[in-house]
């Protein structure tokens, strides 16, 4: 099995920065993407960002294309995402995925493709 913890939630003022931070232990060697997604009070958990893990091919929602960027580190089983330009909209509980199958340019960003869920952070953006 495979193990998400992520850390680095906070309260901050719109415009400002916040970086995220997801740690993979377990089984991990066969992770193929990791991916952000995040649900608001009341609403659905949507796609945020991804990253596959032996190209590092990035995705991101149109909400956020520009203000944020995934990275990850293979050798530490981590991904990250930097959150820039916050608006009070970006307020959400962040959650850390990972999956072990092989995504398209649709599935990955989808929540089915992911098996392996952290237990989230909560992100707030004051106006």
């Known amino acids: 099995q495979v193990q998400l913890v992520e850390s680095g939630g906070g309260l901050v003022q719109a415009g400002g920065s916040l970086s995220l931070s997801c740690a993979a232990s377990?089984?991990?060697?066969?992770?193929?993407?990791m991916g952000w997604f995040r649900q608001a009070a009341g609403n659905e958990r949507i796609f945020v960002a991804a990253?596959?893990?032996?190209?590092?091919?990035?995705y991101y929602a149109d909400s956020v294309k520009g203000r944020f960027t995934i990275s990850r580190d293979n050798a530490k089983n981590s991904v990250y995402l930097q959150m820039n330009a916050l608006k009070p909209e970006d307020t959400a509980v962040y959650f850390c995925?990972?999956?072990?199958?092989?995504?398209?340019?649709?599935?990955?960003?989808?929540?089915?493709?992911?098996?392996?869920w952290g237990q989230g952070t909560q992100v707030t953006v004051s106006s």
């Open positions: 990253i596959t893990w032996s190209r590092g091919s990035s």
């Open positions: 377990g089984r991990t060697f066969t992770t193929s993407a």
């Open positions: 995925a990972a999956t072990k199958v092989v995504p398209n340019d649709v599935t990955v960003r989808r929540p089915p493709l992911y098996a392996y």
